[in-house]
């Protein structure tokens, strides 16, 4: 027998950075990478296995209703491959049930090991669109995906879309409540319909915020973060929110928005010397509600595609 035919199959190793979608006008529009990540690494095993590390591993290891697993199982039924096993090792710093995008990171991850060991023989363009149709939107994906500022729209599965880097001095806080939130249940809340006005309102806010990331205009995000479309519906069940939008254009923040669904909220300022700052002022208006986890972080340019050199048809 060769012994090159007794090699295992080259180690899967990539990582998905953590997102966060609408900043506040571009519903299931937008959205922005941060660096914080999902690192995954899988080879074929005798049987299935998840050993997981990092944020809420208790809940990535759990191998019953794994996203991950999920999706790979699925696509390749679909192809009519066989799913064979692996031993999947992972180290999770994305929040979990917060509206930092981990659902995108994972449908993701899913669909790379099926394309991978499967050799289904997909393009990058075609990972992206099949994570941007399960998830049912495209930003979140695209953003994982691409990295940077990622405006996107889709139309059945054609996802166009368009990519920045944001300005490298601006950084983000997420402020991560004690308790994790469904996007089902954040979903249910948003009406059927909205007023002209309404409608205006995005639509006037969206078209500066591409151009505020694009151009550095921490000036104008203020105004390109406002929302009629869900924020208002979402801030019963996100408390934190109306706390923290008034402090957008003071302490050095430039805008603030629910991250994705929420609870989580995103919070946007000029730079390093502003974090400690913006802070404090939150923890301020904060007073009295559970305390929250304020996590500094920068936005990543660099999406899942190209963190490693995955051939990947």
Wanted: glycine share 10%; net charge negative; aromatic share 6%.
């Amino acid at each position: 027998m060769n012994p090159a035919s007794q090699q295992k199959p080259p180690r899967f190793r990539m990582r998905f950075p953590a997102t966060s979608a609408n900043l506040g006008s571009g519903f299931d529009a937008a959205a922005v990478a941060l660096n914080f990540f999902l690192e995954v690494e899988a080879e074929p095993a005798a049987e299935f296995s998840i050993n997981a590390s990092g944020r809420d591993a208790y809940l990535c290891r759990e191998m019953d209703d794994n996203l991950i697993l999920g999706v790979y199982k699925k696509l390749l039924a679909e192809s009519g491959k066989p799913a064979a096993p692996l031993a999947i090792r992972m180290h999770n710093e994305i929040p979990l049930g917060m509206g930092c995008g981990s659902s995108a990171a994972g449908r993701l991850a899913g669909i790379a090991l099926a394309v991978y060991f499967g050799q289904l023989g997909w393009s990058a363009d075609r990972i992206l669109e099949e994570a941007c149709f399960l998830e049912g939107h495209p930003d979140n994906a695209a953003a994982c995906w691409l990295g940077g500022f990622v405006a996107a729209a889709s139309e059945g599965r054609k996802v166009h879309l368009a990519q920045v880097e944001p300005p490298a001095e601006w950084r983000a806080i997420l402020v991560l409540p004690p308790d994790s939130l469904a996007t089902s249940k954040a979903r249910a809340v948003l009406p059927d319909s909205y007023s002209r006005a309404d409608a205006v309102v995005n639509i006037q806010s969206v078209s500066l915020l591409g151009l505020a990331f694009s151009q550095g205009r921490g000036d104008l995000l203020q105004a390109a973060m406002r929302d009629r479309i869900h924020q208002p519906f979402r801030t019963p069940i996100c408390p934190m929110l109306p706390r923290l939008l008034p402090l957008a254009g003071a302490r050095g923040i430039l805008g603030v928005a629910l991250s994705g669904a929420g609870p989580g909220v995103l919070v946007i300022v000029g730079g390093e010397s502003e974090l400690e700052c913006a802070t404090s002022a939150m923890r301020l208006k904060l007073n009295g509600l559970p305390d929250p986890e304020f996590l500094p972080c920068r936005f990543e340019e660099t999406g899942a595609k190209l963190t490693f050199s995955l051939e990947l048809g």
